[in-house]
């Protein structure tokens, strides 16, 4: 017999938290964690932060859901917000990352229609790319094991390698109906890979030659977690198209689909929609969560915590055998093995932190935009010795 009736669609770990306050999480037994996931780079503000507890509990007093058919005063802050942030145009809410990724590629596939005349509209994906579990969305990422049983996936996604723009102009050379390049500028589920600003700048350049949408999947990179409030901004550059949730509302579900330049002013009333996309609880979430990053300065803290952490992880790693890389951007973090490590995650756990791993042989830190120097130094005196137990000497 199931011990409950959830479907099993995760491996669960054996712990329930109860609650949390900042970095820490405490489970039912009153143990307490230091959380190094944010529970895969939702939690921006940590746990319990009073602002976001305020923000939220005052909101749920007034209003949690009036309809997408009337207006909504804090989905238009939020918008002019995001605006004013990315330099881009216009905002569609939704509630997750993969339906703000749906909306990408539904946007994508329309300028294809309309605005170019294609009539099978083709968007360049990469290698370990992930964007999502929907049929479209599976679609487009890379990962073969999660799409095997699903067939057919939707048409219309061409994949080349990673950080590779040779492929790309054979692309353009061969191929008249692509309609858009989508990428994440820094892969997470993919392994936490980076792609270089000169990469970026000259995918611009190219995707402007040809009349190519620029698509940036920041749901995972975006909101401050690099460093800066986009990844993309690392290059100067500026994508059609950006999509958005995880950390937007720190905890609460939101997702957005943020358009520029020939991506905007497409959608009208009827192209799409969402039931609960934006509603004021959420947009009330993701306001405060975009307040606090910028009053308490945690783009800066991102930049200066995550570089801080790969120090200390390269100082008492590198010279271990076994540790093939240590990398990353702000406070997104990967520590590469030469082996599948997907049981430090328990140790991990059992040692009072939480972590995760990717791409089997990828220990992956995403803590939230308030870790301190402190925390640097307690999850890099817990982790390292784990990692040196873990791997032969
Ligand atoms: C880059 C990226 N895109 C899309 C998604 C899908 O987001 P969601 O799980 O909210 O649908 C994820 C989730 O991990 C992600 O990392």
New binding site residues.
Partial sequence: MPLSHLMNTYARLPVAFTHGEGVWLFDEAGKRYLDALSG??VTTLGHNHPRLVEAISAQAGKVLHTSNLYRIPLQEKLANRLAEISGMDEVFFC???????EAAIKLARFYGHKKKGVDLPTIVVMEH??????LA?LSATANRKAQAGFEPLVPGFLRVPYKDLDALRQVAARNRDVVAVML?VL???GGVHIVDNSYLCELRALCDVHGWLLIC?????GVGRTGKWFGWQHAGIRPDIM?L??GLGSGI?I?ACVTAGPAAGLFQPGNHASTFGGNPLACAAALVTLDVIARSKLLTNASRVGEAIRERFIGALAAVPGVVDIRGLGLMVGIELDRPCGELVARALEAGFLINVTAGNVIRLLPALIFSNNDVKTLVDGIAPLICDFLPQ
């Fill in positions: 895969i780079a509630n997750s990352g993969l339906e703000a990724n790319a992930f964007h999502g579990r929907s969305t994440e892969q997470g589920e999947d920041e749901v995972q990179c999509t949730a995880k579900p997702g």
